[in-house]
């Protein structure tokens, strides 16, 4: 079994990263540029992408596109207009994502469609668009962006963000191993965070117009604590980015910039099925 060695060598080398226009993916964009790449940022809200690329233009090659991952055909034409502008792609950062919840019965089938939409099946029209390219240039990277979520269910009010976290993490891995012991030259990571200083608790500005804002005051109360604690021991993006930049270098697949809270969620699960004891729920941002 073959195993992907990594890009050493990312400059001259192009990315495309999508939810680039805020918080992680900007980050990802901006450390990507400084390293000498060219980038394609996707982001399905125009005026944010706008500036981002207003913002990044003074540090290399970067270019805006508008997309909303959830459509494929948006995705084929982000690969097709990258191709045009930069000739080759090395990197696809799949990581644009939303999040909106509640307790179970309050949560309507649009918001589950729209979370599991952009959050996974974002992330798979991103793997099935750009794997054919990075095979036909020789290899790359695809990185993958999960959550702590994707190993913590029983998370209060936030189950569609919990399981389409989790599909996320089972494509990855599954992906990962599928093309390593193919020998493909492509290799995959995962990055699932842990509370990091983005945008991310206000995802409900970017919600399609069937889906209704979740007021419920539980749910509220678990946003508000989220966003606070966030905001005073939250992770800066640009730390975030460092880690991909290394994981891409040496293909290493689990990113984690909160070990403990992924693995503390592995735990409760072996536990559940070692004790039979089932865990109580987790509270975000607690
Ligand atoms: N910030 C955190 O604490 C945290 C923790 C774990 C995981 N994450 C994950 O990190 C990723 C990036 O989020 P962030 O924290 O930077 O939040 P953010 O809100 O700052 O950025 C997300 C970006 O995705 C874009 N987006 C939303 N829907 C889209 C669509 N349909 N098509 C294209 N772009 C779309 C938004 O416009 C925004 O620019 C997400 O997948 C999120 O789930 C974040």
């Known amino acids: 079994m073959v195993t992907v060695p990594g890009i ?45 690329v207003r913002e990044l233009s003074g540090l290399g090659a970067v270019i805006g596109l508008r997309t909303d991952v959830r459509k494929v055909e948006d995705v084929d034409a982000l690969a097709a207009a990258t191709l045009e502008a930069f000739g080759r792609i090395d990197v696809v950062c799949n990581n644009a994502g939303v999040e909106t919840g509640g307790s179970f019965l309050s949560i309507p089938e649009e918001a589950w469609r729209w979370v599991m939409d952009v959050n996974f099946f974002g992330v798979l029209n991103g793997c099935r668009v750009f794997l054919p390219l990075l095979e036909a240039h020789g290899g790359g990277h695809i990185v993958n962006t999960a959550s702590v979520a994707a190993f913590n269910s029983g998370t209060a009010t936030m189950t569609p963000y919990c399981v389409s976290k989790f599909a996320v993490l089972a494509l990855s891995e599954s992906l990962e191993i599928e093309l390593r012991t193919a020998g493909s030259k492509v290799g995959v990571s995962l990055l699932a965070p842990g509370p ?77 099925m070692t004790t039979g004891i089932p865990p109580v729920a987790r509270q975000a941002g607690s």
């Not at 990312?10 to 390293?35: D, H, K, P, W, Y």
């Not at 730390?239 to 991909?244: D, M, P, W």
């Open 8 to 52: 050493e060598s990312v400059t001259g080398r192009t990315a495309v990263v999508t939810g680039g226009a805020s918080g992680i993916g900007f980050a990802m964009a901006q450390r990507f540029l400084q390293e000498g790449m060219s980038v394609a940022i996707a982001d399905v809200e125009q005026s944010a992408l706008d500036n981002a």
């Open 196 to 272: 990091v200083k983005t945008r991310m608790t206000e995802a409900e500005r970017n919600r399609p117009a069937d889906v209704p804002a979740a007021t419920e005051p539980a749910r509220v109360a678990v946003m508000e604590r989220l966003a606070a604690t966030t905001a005073e021991s939250g992770l800066e993006p640009a730390e975030v980015a460092g880690k991909v930049l290394d994981a891409i270098r040496t293909n290493n697949f689990f990113v984690l910039t909160h070990p403990e809270m992924a693995q503390a969620g592995v735990q409760r699960r072996l536990d559940w």
